[in-house]
């Protein structure tokens, strides 16, 4: 099995409620091609690079997954026919992307678990 990564863009003119399904769907075609979801990262709405669909906002979402290379296939042409999706990028990670991003995890996991003081005291030490 390989370990994929995909980012996808959902359009800004969702509900909370409306997101949130829309991952779940994903994340559902994910779990019925037997792959196994590693990391899921939320990360909100941003602002694009450059307008698509003339919309200059999106809701990015982050899946970390291991999988065979069959459904990657699969869950491509569910984005294409969710209306929802505006743009989307999967690829396969190396051994190398694969121990970047448990790094990247673990650190995030550590910073969610510190304390508002010790984020203060290491915010202060870095300015």
Same mark, same amino acid.
Request: proline share 2%; no cysteine; aromatic share 16%.
């Given at each position: 099995m390989n370990r994929y990564e995909t980012v996808f863009i959902l359009t800004p003119v969702l509900s909370d409620d409306q997101m949130k399904e829309a991952?779940?769907?994903?994340k559902d075609v994910l779990a019925q091609n037997d792959a196994k979801l590693v990391n899921e990262e939320l990360w909100g709405l941003r602002k694009l690079a450059y307008p698509i669909q003339k919309k200059s906002t999106g809701f990015y979402? =982050?899946?970390?997954?291991?999988?065979?290379?069959?459904? #990657?296939? %699969? =869950?491509?042409?569910?984005?294409?026919?969710?209306?929802? #999706?505006? %743009?989307?990028?999967?690829?396969?990670?190396?051994?190398?992307a694969i121990a970047y991003a448990e790094k990247r995890v673990a650190k995030r996991a550590a910073k969610a678990t510190e304390t508002p003081v010790e984020v203060a005291t290491e915010e202060n030490k870095e300015a």
């Open positions: 991952v779940e769907k994903f979402v =982050l899946f970390e997954f291991e999988a065979e290379p069959t459904i #990657v296939k %699969r =869950l491509e042409t569910e984005y294409r026919r969710d209306e929802r #999706v505006i %743009r989307f990028l999967t690829f396969r990670l190396d051994k190398d």
